[in-house]
């Protein structure tokens, strides 16, 4: 790793040491009661989505239903998970990606302020043997509506390939997924994109080679596009 890439990994590194102690202080186990908890997904989820099955408590999982009738989708989220700011319907918020035209649609306009992550990661692709065990150094972008973006990855990844957290920003989801396209377009027409060799490895294709000087330009712009939209 080059001396301006570990200045980089080291002052993000600090910052979130800083917050994960902050976050770890503030830990406690939340309970509401069934009651508490109906009306909560309305007032504070605006009733985007519903409780349908048995009450288990905060901790189980129970039935879940989007209440967009054009959606209508039904997962088994345990309640405390659907309590942080950017939890909604997987469906509604999470499944049209990259696609900026379903902002202007009028029954997914209130998804443009959901809370999301981008995120940038260094690692280490060791290659494989049809590779040759090439070892190639890459960096990894993506978002997520994780708030910590170190949770997006199994632990095992993350030391197996190395990977260092080198820039997250959080902000509204139209945003976060403006400039993620804009790293895609980016990549595509510099031709940076370098396919991960292990197809097992999640977002595989979302892996650039770039040169110092074009990363640190990039983290820049990344950060001015998010000041400007937020």
């Not at 309305?42 to 009733?47: A, L």
């Not at 981008?118 to 890459?138: C, H, N």
């Not at 294709?205 to 990039?218: F, G, K, S, Y």
Request: with cysteine; proline share 3%; charged share 30%.
């Amino acid at each position: 790793m080059s001396k301006k890439r570990a200045n980089i990994t080291e002052m993000v590194r600090n910052n979130s040491e800083d917050t994960d102690n902050s976050c770890s202080s503030k830990k406690r186990k939340i309970e509401m009661t069934m009651e508490e908890y109906d009306k909560y997904l309305i007032e504070k989820k605006d009733g985007r989505f519903k409780r349908t099955g048995n009450w288990n408590g905060m901790y189980r999982r129970s039935p879940h239903e989007c209440c967009d009738t054009e959606c209508g989708r039904k997962w088994t989220p345990s309640p405390t998970q659907c309590l942080t700011d950017d939890y909604y319907c997987p469906s509604c918020v999470l499944h049209h990606r990259n696609n900026m035209n379903r902002f202007s649609e009028e029954r997914l306009k209130w998804t443009a302020n959901v809370p999301n992550t981008f995120y940038i990661f260094s690692l280490v692709d060791p290659g494989t043997k049809e590779t040759g065990k090439i070892v190639r150094a890459l960096i990894k972008f993506g978002r997520t509506q994780h708030k910590d973006a170190l949770k997006r990855y199994p632990t095992a990844e993350l030391k197996q390939y190395q990977m260092k957290l080198l820039l997250t920003l959080r902000g509204k989801l139209i945003t976060m997924t403006k400039i993620e396209n804009w790293w895609k377009e980016q990549a595509e027409e510099n031709k940076w994109f370098m396919r991960f060799s292990n197809s097992a490895f999640h977002g595989q294709t979302e892996c650039i080679q770039v040169n110092d000087n074009d990363l640190a330009q990039l983290i820049a712009k990344s950060k001015e596009m998010a000041a400007i939209e937020e």
